[in-house]
């Protein structure tokens, strides 16, 4: 029986990439460099709650106000 072999496409340049790569899961070091760039100047973002949970303010503009 074969063993089946993981693999990904490169985030940053879409070319398939093998799990025992060394560079995995980019296919090159400037590929990583590339990605970790668009990290740094704001081309990736984590999105933020709508709610926070500390304050009880929402970003939904229909939603009032929790009064502390």
Known sequence: MKKRIR?????TCRK????RDPEFPF??????TVDLGKWASGGYVISSPLNDPETGHSS???????KP
């Not at 296919?27 to 990583?32: G, K, N």
């Not at 939904?60 to 106000?65: A, E, I, K, T, V």
């Open 7 to 11: 693999s990904l496409r490169c985030p």
């Open 16 to 19: 398939i990439v093998l799990a």
């Open 27 to 32: 296919c090159s070091e400037r590929c990583r």
């Open 60 to 66: 939904y503009p229909d939603q009032p106000l929790k």
